[in-house]
């Protein structure tokens, strides 16, 4: 039983053993998202740990070398603003297990608040790939200039680092458009509609 028939049963109510299925999928998805997302942060955080203990390390043994690549220093900044975000919106989310026993309406609207905080979560990734694709051929202009890389590594770099950002972003916008905010416009049509024959029947 979808989301629209849930409410099209006598009394919007289920049978016991349909509420107990849907109640527990719901969950099960729930928990599912949760897991991915917080593995992600977890590989984020580990990864964005070790590149920021090189730049302090950088930054203790030759503070000059770190002052003449000021890109790198935005770059990482941009990355931990992004991290901090992401994992905002996580905390924020709470645990599935606050579905348990919500009406029909409050899971609907918890469901559409989860896709909205997905929309926006893509939004702010597209954001900090605008701001990495200039500040990291920057940054290799600078390691460039500063001696640290010679210009076919510096050529190898860009052209592999800019693929990645491509594929990336391609990756996030298809998530966006195709999964993320159709799925938020769906939920505010299934609420709306819920409210609107909710009300009629009151």
Do not use: C
């Amino acid at each position: 039983m979808n989301l629209d028939e849930l409410w099209a049963s006598r009394d919007n109510t289920l049978a016991p053993a349909e509420t107990e299925t849907w109640v527990r999928q719901l969950l099960e998805g729930q928990r599912a998202a949760r897991r991915r997302r917080v593995a992600f942060l977890a590989w984020t955080f580990t990864v964005l740990a070790a590149i920021t203990g090189l730049v302090v390390m950088t930054a203790l043994v030759d503070p000059s070398e770190l002052a003449a690549m000021p890109a790198v220093v935005v770059l990482l900044a941009a990355q931990w603003a992004a991290f901090g975000f992401l994992l905002r919106q996580l905390l924020l989310s709470g645990s599935a297990h606050a579905l348990r026993g919500a009406t029909i309406r409050e899971s609907l609207e918890r469901l559409r608040h989860d896709a909205a905080g997905a929309a926006r979560k893509t939004a702010v990734i597209l954001g900090l790939f605008a701001v990495a694709f200039p500040t990291l051929w920057a940054a290799i202009a600078q390691l460039r200039s500063a001696g640290r890389m010679a210009p076919h590594e510096a050529a190898s770099a860009t052209i592999v680092l800019t693929g990645v950002l491509v594929v990336a972003s391609v990756g996030v916008l298809w998530q966006r458009y195709r999964v993320a905010l159709p799925r938020r416009a769906r939920l505010d049509a299934v609420l709306r509609q819920y409210v609107e024959e909710y009300d009629s029947l009151a």
